[in-house]
């Protein structure tokens, strides 16, 4: 594992905030450890996707993990999303620890219900939506 582009990932927090008006919003609770992942994409005509943020209830992998599929998703097309791999996101960061290993994956469900939702035109919903969903 690349441990200072780690740490960058989780000092910097690419992409983490809530999106103003975005196209489609989807989350994905882990039962097993209480993390909650929130992604919101602003999709353009051409199904590219223009814009991509997220939240996290997670601790420093869930934040490295999602700043990572922000930076491997943003301006490829739906499909393209829809078809990243958790080997793509390992690959970027170097690895992950045995413990870790099930962060991509994690992430990677929330991003595909994100996109399922934006198949289903699903009306977006706000963090604090869906943080009081589980509370």
């Known amino acids: 594992m ?16 809530q999106m103003e008006n975005p196209t489609a919003t989807g989350e994905y609770f882990s039962d097993s450890c209480g993390d909650m992942y929130t992604f919101y994409l602003r999709i353009g005509a051409d199904q590219r996707i223009d814009d991509v943020s997220y939240f996290t209830t997670g601790c420093g992998f869930g934040v490295a993990t ?12 739906v499909d393209e999303a829809e078809h990243l791999t958790a080997k793509e996101i390992e ?10 290993r099930d962060y991509p994956e994690r992430v990677l469900e929330a991003l595909r219900i994100t996109l399922g939702n934006y198949r289903k035109a699903q009306r977006p919903t706000t963090a604090a939506e869906s943080f009081s969903k589980i509370t």
């Open 2 to 17: 690349d441990f200072p582009k780690f740490q960058k990932l989780v000092t910097e927090r690419y992409g983490f905030a």
């Open 66 to 77: 999602c700043a990572i599929v922000t930076s491997l998703v943003k301006g490829k097309t």
């Open 91 to 100: 690959d970027f960061l170097g690895g992950y620890p045995e413990r870790k």
